[in-house]
């Protein structure tokens, strides 16, 4: 780690006092190296953190303009400082999901807990929806049209065009948030007139959730195991 | 040698964080969920000194799990703060300018009123005075359902007052940058927004304060010139708070 090579002297005075030989062939832990963050790297780190918590994808642009400023020639060891410190004190890991735009989002590195997937969030209702949603459109083959989705909905007694009291407007919460969330993608599809939309899991979707989970979680609303969706459950088991 | 984090940690401070805030017994609750997947070893009753493990690795980062009192029942809460900050930079970054001034406007209404409660008509007459941009009054009301949302402010029947959580939050904040209006309470000298304020010498205390105190008292007086307390003592004629209050202390 570079810190070290920048401040070699701090550390080893820290532990001198404490036993001498231990020192000289001990790395500082990382607790020690807490101490020595770069005051940009803390920035980033809450920066990150308050995106995070509205679920933002973070943009590599918005990071340097708002956080890293005049610090550009440092940048990667700022990147680095955050994301060891986002690692080592959250569990959490920063991911880029568009390489070519440098989108970033958060997502946890800690093991899945036994179906602690599909209810972590269970206080809000909007990803009780959202986990439906994906639902669906897993069980569909990974792929469910606009069309489809909505009528599935509607069947939950979720509409559209109706003011929801839990979801507000619910069209916008899945056409617009969980997009911009990257829960859900929705593309048009080609050559349809009025135009049709396929409706496919995120890449935060595909980050987080585990199509394991979402298939057991199926499989028990349906009372019925998992291994009777074949093709389903090969998908389940080798993407997991 | 001091406790290291392990996953446990790492997993009780994304919970919280996903949460905003949680309860005392949720928080428990969660501890012991936590310990249990990680294989971590858990100590019941011990939420305090496993938080302090936490904060110990937030401290350079300027932040904090702190534990704060809701105004309303006297429950303990928990959240985590960013203590870097002096101004409201971690709302800054999540509303537009014109509503963190509509926000910054409300809470001098809350502050400034007698009981901690700002009436959603007084708000909203406030949405046409800002002065970075004008708010229609409909879009006013749909700014402070995100506040409320968001968990800065709570809503009881029209009335707005300050969420625990933002309380937790800024009361350093509230405390130095209010300095002559905001209240401390009397009892456990914390910043006081929703409490009854003494009407001889102006002293205040929380409800859940005022309650507990009293409630050793023969005669209610006040604890700082010794009138007589004028204001109905919450929850004397409602048997649910002392149910609720025996739940609590019983642990
Ligand atoms: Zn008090
Ligand atoms: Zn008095």
């Known amino acids: 780690v570079s810190l070290q090579q920048d401040f070699p002297g701090l550390f080893l005075q820290e532990e001198e006092e404490e036993e001498e030989d231990f020192v000289l062939n001990q790395t500082p832990t990382y607790t020690q190296l807490l101490a020595f963050l770069h005051p940009q790297a803390i920035e980033l780190v809450q920066f990150l953190l308050v995106k995070d918590q509205k ?11 708002k956080v890293i400023r005049e610090y550009r020639d440092v940048y990667s060891e700022i990147i680095n400082q955050a994301t060891r410190t986002l690692q080592q004190v959250f569990g959490l890991e920063l991911v880029e999901i568009d390489a070519k735009h440098h989108i970033y989002i958060l997502t946890s ?8 997937n599909l209810c972590q969030n269970d206080e809000t209702a909007k990803l009780g929806l959202l986990t439906v949603i994906l639902s669906f459109i897993f069980m569909k083959g990974n792929s469910a049209k606009d069309s489809a989705v909505w009528e599935f909905l509607r069947w939950l007694r979720v509409k559209p065009g109706q003011r929801h009291s839990i979801f507000g407007d619910v069209k916008k919460l899945v056409t617009e948030e969980f997009v911009r969330q990257k829960y859900l993608e929705i593309t048009p599809i080609p050559l349809t007139d009025p135009p ?8 935060r979707a595909a980050k987080e959730i585990s199509k394991k989970d979402v298939l057991r979680f ?13 093709s389903q459950y090969n998908d389940a088991e080798a993407t997991s | 040698m001091a406790a290291q984090m392990t996953d446990a940690h790492r997993r009780f401070l994304q919970v919280l964080m996903s949460h905003g805030i949680m309860e005392g017994s949720e928080a428990r609750k969660l501890h012991r ?7 971590v070893h858990y100590v019941h009753d011990k939420l305090d000194d496993f938080i302090s493990t936490v904060n110990r690795h937030l401290q350079p980062l300027f932040m904090q799990i702190r534990k704060g009192l809701s105004e309303s029942d006297g429950r303990a809460h928990y959240a985590l703060v960013n203590l870097a900050e002096t101004e409201i930079t971690k709302m800054a970054s999540d509303y537009t300018e014109n509503e963190l001034e509509l926000f910054r406007k409300t809470m001098d209404l809350i502050i400034s009123s007698e009981n901690g409660f700002a009436s959603s008509t007084d708000i909203l007459n406030l949405a046409d005075q800002l002065k970075t941009k004008k708010m229609k009054k409909k879009e006013a009301e749909q700014v402070l359902n995100v506040f409320v949302e968001d968990k800065w402010l709570s809503e009881r029947n029209g009335e707005y007052t300050l969420h625990t959580r933002c309380i937790i939050e800024m009361e350093q904040f509230i405390l130095s940058n209010y300095q002559d209006i905001a209240r401390k309470c009397n009892i456990c000298h914390s910043l006081a927004i929703q409490s009854q304020v003494c009407e001889s010498c102006g002293t205040g205390m929380h409800l859940p304060c005022v309650r507990k105190y009293f409630r050793a008292q023969t005669e209610p007086r006040c604890p700082q010139c010794n009138d007589f307390w004028s204001c109905d003592i919450p929850g004397t004629k409602q048997p649910i708070f002392t149910k609720t209050e025996s739940s609590n202390t019983r642990k």
């Open chain 1, 55 to 65: 679920k933002i994808p973070i943009k590599r642009a918005d990071m340097l303009k």
């Open chain 1, 109 to 116: 590195s800690l093991p899945r807990a036994e179906g602690e």
């Open chain 1, 218 to 230: 199926v499989a028990k609303i349906q009372g019925k195991d998992p291994t009777f969706w074949t």
């Open chain 2, 33 to 39: 969920r936590c310990c249990e997947i990680h294989k």
């Open chain 1, 196 to 203: 049709e939309f396929k409706y496919q899991w995120g890449l």
